[in-house]
Structures are given as structure tokens and as C-alpha cells.
């Protein structure tokens, strides 16, 4: 089909990771057309309408008929032409959203899908369209808006009609000052930049045990890694001015405890979703993975010392040798004893190596390595000193091992996946727990949050 009758189309928030749309990011196009047939012979956009007025398609609502005959086509003349019903805003409102908090900004006048909608102003200049995208990127609208519409089930997906935003309170851009618009503007220029996460805390979105889950609940909050970036905090901060808030110590109050509020607001709802899972679950017989189980044993550990071996190693070696360790595996101390005692190659074809002082030196660096250590570590370069560390490792592991086996017997149904879950946390210990992923949102979430 011809370029100009083309436009790109934001079809959803699915694919927007970033309070801003641009046109190249997008990978939809809608069909623009104000032309009748006639005029349009010999194109291949006339070839493609052709097409949609003989086929038929299957439609719920309509049936199986071309596309004119639709209910949304036949009031239209002719029924391709959308252009009237394009009027591009400033920024996109999602119709539903549920632990991102995101409101594009449009600067290339964009057009949107039903699943969006235009915010759009006739009376707002340019400087206080851009200040109010920034304030309805804040923390307050982020929770404001969960107390308008309706939550589609129990799960936290919150849909939100055009009645119900337009009822939302929102501090008033008009007539910002230069210098607060400056200050609203450049935050959310920094929030562009970046990756916008969720306001439920990942610890919680890592879980899908309802026990875990209500531990969890019941431990002090731990904020989303969202609510800690600092281009977030000095926006809402700077809304709070916006509102009158004068003081820059009462402004700080007021953002710790909209996070507080936040938080918990977000941690109650996700909460529920884990334990509406887990009972779909159940209905399908569902089995947890060995990475459930064992995040949920993870939680229950009770041991003296948790610290990671590297930092563990690291911590009691004063005067450490550094070291950058290969990631080739498995490590291997050299077996002549004459020409290179201390030489630890790595991989199977053992072109790395690495040269150390002493003998205990290089033992303890082929434990940790074929634990899996990697990169940077620190070991003592006194021969007795690494003899004994080792020895010490060793018998730390054993001990932890030995727990762990017991924690994870008392969660896995047989002895196949108890070996499993085993294996993951052990390798925690040792190198520590890794941090939550941030895929998009879990199956059954919106897909517009």
C-alpha cells in the first residue's frame, strides 16, 4: 500500500517501556483514506479496499460479511475513511493499567487505538501540555487513579473510562511558573530516558506462593526499585511545590510517605493475585517449578551467615591479591608439580590460566571457580591463611548444604525436584540470590499496564 495512506498507529502500552511514543518504535500502521474508489484506480491501496468489500471475515458482532456491511463500517461514507476520527492529543491515557504507571507523552502528534486515549487541550500552551504530561507521570496520579474505575476481577487490573479520568484530580498545570515548569520538565525528560518499572515491590513479583506472598506482607515494605530512582523522586517532589507545598522538608515528608502509601497500596493487591493463581492452579492441577519452590524455601532460611563466598572470602583476607577469574569451566591445578605448581588452568582445552603465589592460593581459587565464582575476587596470599579458608569453605558449604536439603524436602512432593530445588539454593549461597527479572507482566496481567 502506498506511503500516504499510512500512518503510524500506537496500538497499545504492551511494547512502551517509556513515558514517551515516537514514531520508529512502533511496528502497527493504521489506514488513512478521504479519497472515494474512483479516484483512487490503479493504486494498490485501491486493490486492497477491493478486497475488503467482497471478502468475508468472521466477526462476533457482525458475522460473516464483507467489511462494509460491519455495524462500525455502514454509517461511514465511503466506509474505509477514518480521517475524521483522527485528532491526535499530547499524550495517551491507557484504558487499563495495572503495576506500571506510564502516561505517554506525544510529541509527534501519533494517532492511538481504542485500547488508548487522546488527552488532548485547546486553552493549554505548549510548555503546559509538556508540564502536565510530566505531572500525570507522578507517584500521586500513579496512585490517585486506583480510586476511579473498576477493577476487572480481583487481580488488580484496573480499567479506567473516559468519565472516570476525567473525574481524577490533578494538580493544575495552568499558569506554572518558568521556573517549576522548568524543574517538572526536566525530571520527566530524565524519566524518558529510562526504563519505567513497576510500584509493586519485586521481591513480590518474583512470588507465586501465597505463603511467600503473606511472609512477605507481613515484613516491612521494601520499595519497587522505581520508587528509589532519582529523576522519580525529584518529580514528585516538584508536584508537591506545584501543590503549594513551600518547604523542601515537608515536600520530602510528603514523597516518603506517598511511597509508603504506594507500596502497601500495590503489595495488598498483588497479594491477592498470587493467591487467586495459586487457586486456578489448583482447579489445573498445576505443579510449582523448582524456581518457586525454591524461592518460597529461600524466604524460611535461617543461617548464621549468608554473605555470597566471594564476599565472604573477601571479608576475612586482609592485604588481599585480586584477581579476575575466567569464566571457562571446569578449573584444574596444574599436575606438574616441577615446572608450574601453583598454575590453575580453566576450560577443557585449558588455554586460560592464571599464575598464583602458593599452592593453598591457587586450591582455593579452583573451589570457588568450580562453584561457579566469577569475575573479581580477593584471596589471601599467605599460604597457611588460604589452606585454612579453604578449609573453612568447605565445611560452610557442607553445613548449609545439609540445611538446605532438609528445607527443601519439606517442599518438593518427590525426590527429583527436592534435588532440584537443592541445587538452586545452594547455588544462591554461593553466589547469592539473583535479583527479579523485569519481563513484562505476568500471564493474565493487562497487557496495557
Not at 177 to 193: E, Q, V
Not at 202 to 210: G, R
Not at 420 to 449: C, I, M, N, T, Y
Request: hydrophobic fraction near 40%; charged fraction near 25%.
Amino acid at each position: 500500500i502506498e506511503a500516504e495512506y499510512l500512518a503510524p498507529e500506537v496500538h497499545s502500552l504492551m511494547k512502551v517501556d517509556r513515558p514517551v511514543v515516537r514514531a520508529d518504535e512502533l511496528d502497527r500502521v493504521v489506514l488513512l483514506v478521504n479519497k472515494k474508489l474512483a479516484d483512487l484506480k490503479g493504486t494498490w491501496v485501491y486493490r486492497y479496499l477491493k478486497y475488503g468489500e467482497t471478502a468475508d471475515f468472521d466477526s462476533k458482532k457482525s458475522g460473516s460479511v464483507p467489511i462494509p456491511k460491519r455495524s462500525t463500517c455502514e454509517g461511514r461514507d465511503p466506509w474505509y475513511n477514518l480521517t475524521n476520527l483522527v485528532k491526535p492529543g499530547f499524550a495517551f491515557w491507557p484504558m487499563a493499567q495495572q503495576y506500571r504507571h506510564i502516561i505517554p507523552a506525544n510529541p509527534e502528534s501519533l494517532i492511538c487505538n481504542h485500547n488508548l486515549f487522546d488527552l488532548g487541550s485547546d486553552h493549554l500552551t505548549k510548555r503546559e501540555q509538556e508540564t502536565l504530561a510530566a505531572v500525570l507521570n507522578s507517584t500521586l496520579i500513579g496512585l490517585f487513579k486506583t480510586f476511579y474505575g473498576r477493577f476487572a476481577g480481583t487481580e488488580g487490573n484496573l480499567k479506567t473510562e473516559v468519565v472516570d479520568v476525567n473525574l481524577l484530580d490533578v494538580p493544575n498545570a495552568t499558569g506554572v511558573s518558568p521556573d517549576l515548569a522548568k524543574r517538572l520538565c526536566n525530571a520527566f525528560r530524565r524519566l524518558c530516558r529510562r526504563t519505567v518499572g513497576r510500584l509493586v515491590e519485586e521481591q513480590l513479583m518474583d512470588c507465586h506462593s501465597p505463603e511467600r506472598a503473606q511472609h512477605i506482607a507481613e515484613g516491612p515494605i521494601v520499595l519497587a526499585d522505581e520508587l528509589q530512582q532519582s529523576d522519580r523522586r525529584e518529580l514528585d517532589d516538584a508536584v508537591f511545590e506545584l501543590l503549594g507545598v513551600s518547604d523542601p522538608a515537608d515536600r520530602r515528608k510528603l514523597v516518603d510517605e506517598l511511597y509508603r502509601e504506594t507500596a502497601e497500596h500495590f503489595r495488598a493487591i498483588r497479594v491477592v493475585e498470587i493467591q487467586k493463581m495459586q487457586q486456578r492452579a489448583a482447579g489445573n492441577s498445576r505443579r510449582f517449578s523448582p524456581q518457586e519452590l525454591a524461592a518460597d524455601a529461600w524466604d524460611a532460611v535461617e543461617l548464621d551467615d549468608m554473605a555470597p563466598l566471594a564476599h565472604w572470602v573477601a571479608r576475612q583476607t586482609p592485604l588481599p591479591v585480586v584477581f579476575q577469574l575466567p569464566e571457562e569451566r571446569p578449573a584444574t591445578i596444574s599436575d606438574s608439580p616441577m615446572f608450574d605448581p601453583n598454575t590453575v588452568y580453566f576450560g577443557k582445552s585449558r588455554k586460560s590460566h592464571l599464575d598464583f603465589q602458593s599452592r593453598g592460593q591457587a586450591e582455593l581459587v579452583v573451589h570457588m571457580a568450580n562453584l561457579d565464582v566469577q569475575g573479581e575476587i580477593q584471596v589471601p596470599s599467605d599460604n597457611a591463611r588460604a589452606m585454612k579458608l579453604l578449609d573453612a569453605s568447605v565445611a560452610r558449604l557442607a553445613k548449609a548444604r545439609a540445611y538446605l536439603v532438609g528445607l527443601a524436602g519439606k517442599r518438593a512432593g518427590d525426590d527429583q525436584l527436592a534435588a532440584q530445588v537443592v541445587e538452586l539454593l545452594v547455588r544462591w549461597f554461593v553466589l547469592g540470590k539473583p535479583k527479579p527479572s523485569r519481563p513484562r507482566e505476568p500471564a493474565g496481567s493487562s497487557e496495557h499496564e
